[in-house]
């Protein structure tokens, strides 16, 4: 069972930036995958970015350009820097957590574990 808890939402003007924090439960870094997920409301919930379990980062099309995913080992924390925000950025963000892929290492399986999700709002 991986434990996952995030920290950092808010509201932020457009233009602005904040900084996401997911600590994960000991023993997570090099067994698990872990990523950023966003849900705006009446949306699927898509993919940010996410690091595989070698921690080399993969960024999907919401998170290209403006954010940065990082882990720090030792405080058992994955980052989401996120610039120039604007108001289509707002959402729930979620970080997530899965097993390595059986057939191909370096990839992420089903994503199965989760956090609470903190809000980020952008106004205009």
């Known amino acids: 069972q991986v434990q996952l808890l995030e920290s950092g939402g808010g509201s932020v003007q457009a233009g602005g930036s904040k900084r996401l924090s997911c600590t994960v439960s000991e023993a997570t870094f090099g067994r698990y995958c872990l990523g950023w997920f966003r849900q705006i409301p009446g949306r699927q919930r898509e993919t940010v970015a996410d690091?595989?379990?070698?921690?080399?980062?993969n960024y999907a099309d919401a998170g290209k350009g403006r954010f940065t995913i990082s882990q720090d080992i030792a405080r058992n924390t994955i980052y989401l820097q996120m610039n120039n925000l604007t108001p289509e950025d707002s959402a729930m963000y979620y970080c997530?957590?899965?097993?390595?892929?059986?057939?191909?290492?370096?990839?992420?399986?089903?994503?199965?574990?989760w956090g609470q999700g903190p809000q980020v709002t952008v106004s205009s």
């Open positions: 997530g957590a899965a097993k390595q892929d059986p057939g191909a290492w370096w990839m992420c399986g089903r994503w199965e574990y």
């Open positions: 690091l595989n379990v070698a921690g080399n980062p």
